[in-house]
């Protein structure tokens, strides 16, 4: 029997966990989480959105997991009865004023094009749009113009990490919280995980640990990643003007390879409007957010297209954490890693956004790798 260890119960972690003993039944697995419950991080805070990956790289990881995610994480939802709604994306531009109304267009043309070619050798289907085109989606936005992406749709995240928790636990896997790594050893045949009340042998030792796996991996002894956590904040849209936004995810056209897609406006699976994630450097790894970003630089990008926002209509919603692994000074890809072989050991470091997507996906890749190893 090997003895499986995956540290983190976000929705990569529980996806893992959850795949692994569908394919392994004789597979003892633990999932260790330093929280009190599961999906306490970036699995929560966040948009909801099943991405297409015209964003991504079409060469990347993010983008293939992210391709092959869009199908799989529908899927699953519907066997479910999971919560999810067909939104479409649109990526549009916008304007501040009449004087800056051309000079945004040009600037946005070229990523439009970038965007274009992207979909077209990921193979994802766009429509051109015109401002009349938006319209007809979203009669109160104002966009010039723009690409519009169907295969988007929102989730019932939280819905979607339970299910995951209970279809693992249903199938035998521990869950430990409350279980925060402080140690691992390798002591030849199985690594020791020791937590601040117990040991857990581990054969099979998975890093899904999300701000904190480049951490966990230098106690593993497998060092030079590093992790620089940004924060992502929310407002939303509260009053009468919550309904401006029929269904329509809009995000700005912002160029790719971006630290963020921009303060897009995104109508949640409840039916809430709101404005985010900003992107900057957050110090700590905890998420703890005393300083919130003034509402004017949410309204100022939210204004370009839905020009009837004034500060009033706008509530501090939350923030989210993104552990992006940085490589000589640039953003890095997924990093999915088998650093060891005897003992096993799989590193899972920067996944951020498209995770949620990509999720499942992943769970099969680890799957695969994890049963041509051993």
Not at 159 to 187: P, T
Not at 288 to 306: G, H, N, Q, Y
Not at 343 to 369: K, M, Q, R, T, W
Request: proline share 4%.
């Amino acid at each position: 029997m090997k003895r499986v260890v995956v540290i983190g119960a976000g929705v990569i972690g529980l996806a893992i966990a959850r795949r692994l003993i569908d394919h392994n039944p004789s597979f003892h697995v633990t999932v260790l989480e330093r929280h009190s419950e599961i999906a306490r991080e970036a699995s929560q805070h966040n948009s909801g959105v099943i991405h297409s990956g015209i964003h991504l790289d079409p060469d990347s990881l993010k983008a293939h997991f992210a391709r092959k995610g869009s199908l799989a994480m529908r899927l699953y939802c519907m066997s479910r009865g999971i919560m999810m709604r067909h939104t479409g994306m649109i990526v549009g531009v916008g304007f501040r004023n009449l004087k800056t109304l051309w000079g945004e267009w040009r600037a946005s043309f070229s990523v439009l094009r970038e965007l274009k070619n992207r979909a077209f050798a990921q193979g994802i289907s766009i429509k051109t749009l015109t401002c009349f085109g938006v319209k007809r989606l979203e009669p109160h936005a104002r966009v010039l113009g723009g690409i519009y992406i169907p295969s988007v749709w929102i989730i019932d995240k939280k819905a979607y990490a339970k299910s995951l928790f209970w279809g693992g636990k249903k199938r035998g896997v521990e869950f430990r919280f409350e279980e925060e790594v402080f140690g691992i050893k390798n002591n030849g045949h199985q690594f020791i995980v020791r937590t601040k009340s117990n040991e857990y042998e581990a054969d099979i030792l998975i890093n899904c640990a999300g701000v904190y796996a480049d951490v966990i991996s230098n106690l593993a002894r497998f060092p030079g990643y590093k992790i620089i956590p940004w924060r992502g904040e929310y407002y939303e849209v509260v009053g009468v003007k919550s309904s401006l936004i029929r269904n329509c995810l809009i995000y700005p056209a912002v160029r790719p390879g971006s630290m963020g897609l921009g303060i897009h406006i995104t109508k949640s699976i409840d039916e809430r409007l709101f404005l985010g994630p900003n992107a900057n450097i957050h110090k700590e790894r905890e998420y703890v957010f005393e300083d919130k970003t003034s509402p004017r630089e949410f309204l100022e990008e939210a204004r370009c297209f839905l020009p009837q926002l004034e500060e009033k209509d706008l509530r501090w919603a939350y923030a989210g954490l993104r552990a992006k692994c940085i490589s000589e000074g640039k953003e890095a890809d997924f990093v999915i890693k088998i650093e060891s072989t005897d003992p096993i050991f799989i590193n899972l470091i920067g996944i951020e956004s498209p995770g949620l997507s990509a999720s499942l996906p992943i769970a099969d890749h680890i799957s695969e790798v994890i049963r041509m190893s051993i």
